[in-house]
């Protein structure tokens, strides 16, 4: 008997480029069973104390230190108990063979390690237990797509790539964890072709 397809696309906004010591100041995602969206979170997260804070990625992000420390940026422990809360909803991390993949743009080599490094420092090591160690990137995914044209691209960023697929982007709302998740989501269905449902089944965080 197959098993769900159960697909996580997120997107995070990070104090640095580095997993080992910055930290995650906003996580987005949307989760979808064999393609119905059944949870989506946006999450102001506060660093972990400790976490090293680079101003320049701050000002990409169009935040300072003090936003990261205000209430509307909830504790780490707290976002990451309530992530816990919807993995362990739809997914027996004790069964090897249920498992979510983990979608985003770039996110192989950049948000995956930023993400599995929360995980440690809220003392979880069971990261793997949720995710298979195969995701879905779409900056991977796009250069398939864009091979004929890459060598006419100044870059390869999702807003570069999105708009090179034929969709709109609005240059002011970039670097939004939310919105990149939007874009990165529309770039996933105009490049395979799956139809996501936009309808959620079950309740918004």
Known sequence: MSKAVKVLFYDLETTGLHPSKHGIHQLSGRLYINWKLVKEFNCHVRPFEGDEIDDYSLKIAGKTRADLANEHHVHPHLVYRALLKTLNTY?????????????????ASFDNPFLRNFFEKNDDKYFGSYFWSSPIDCFILASQALMARRHLMADFKLSTVAQEMGIPVDESKLHDALYDLDLTIALYSQITGVKLSNELVGQRS
């Open 91 to 107: 997914c027996d991390r004790f069964d090897k063979q249920d498992k979510y993949f983990l979608a985003g743009y770039n996110n």
